[in-house]
C-alpha cells in the first residue's frame, strides 16, 4: 500500500511525522529517504514527538546511532549516511536493535544498506518540488 500527503511547511510535516508516530508498535522500522536537506531532520523531530520523547532529536550523523528512551517506545534513530557497506551496520549494533523488537527503528539513508532492511519495513521518502514552494514535501509511504 502506498499513500502520499503532501505539506507546504515545517510544521505540517512535522505533525504528519509525529501522527505517524503516535500509531507505531514496538518492532516496526521505519527508513527514511531523500536528497540532503529535504526535511529527514524534521521528520524524525516530530516522529519523535509522536513517541513521547521531549529530548531534542538531531541527526545522528557521525555517531550513526542516537537512543531515545524516555517515551512510549526506546526510538532507535540511525543515520546511516556515511557508513561505507552494510557490513559495518553490524558493528554499530543494528541487529540488535533490529531484532529485540522492543523500540522503533528510524533508519534515515536507509537506501544505503537496502540488502540489511527488513521486507516488512515501512519505506517513507522525502521529495521537494521548488515549483510549489520553498517549504512543499511530497511524502510517499510504501508499506505492505
Known amino acids: 500500500m502506498t499513500k502520499q500527503t503532501e505539506t507546504y511547511s515545517e510544521k505540517e510535516t512535522f505533525e504528519y511525522a509525529r501522527a505517524l508516530a503516535e500509531q507505531a508498535v514496538p518492532g ?3 527508513c ?6 529535504v526535511g529527514k531532520t524534521v521528520f524524525a ?25 524516555e517515551g512510549r517506545l526506546p526510538l532507535y534513530h ?5 557508513i561505507g557497506s552494510s557490513d559495518e551496520m ?3 549494533g543494528y541487529f540488535d536493535k533490529i531484532s529485540s523488537g522492543d523500540g522503533v527503528c528510524l533508519i534515515e539513508w536507509s537506501v ?6 527488513p521486507e516488512d519495513a515501512i519505506r517513507i521518502e522525502i521529495k521537494k518540488d ?11 509511504i510504501d508499506q505492505d
Do not use: A, C, H
Open 130 to 140: 521548488r515549483d510549489k514552494g520553498f517549504d512543499y514535501r511530497t511524502i510517499v
Open 28 to 30: 516496526q522500522v521505519y
Open 45 to 69: 523531530q516530530g516522529f519523535g514527538k509522536g513517541l513521547g520523547i521531549d529530548e531534542p532529536i538531531v541527526s545522528p550523523t557521525f555517531t550513526i546511532l542516537k537512543e531515545y528512551d
Open 78 to 82: 540511525f543515520d546511516v549516511y556515511r
Open 32 to 37: 527514511l529517504n531523500g536528497e540532503l536537506g
Open 112 to 117: 544505503l544498506i537496502e540488502d540489511v532492511i
Open 90 to 92: 553490524e558493528e554499530i
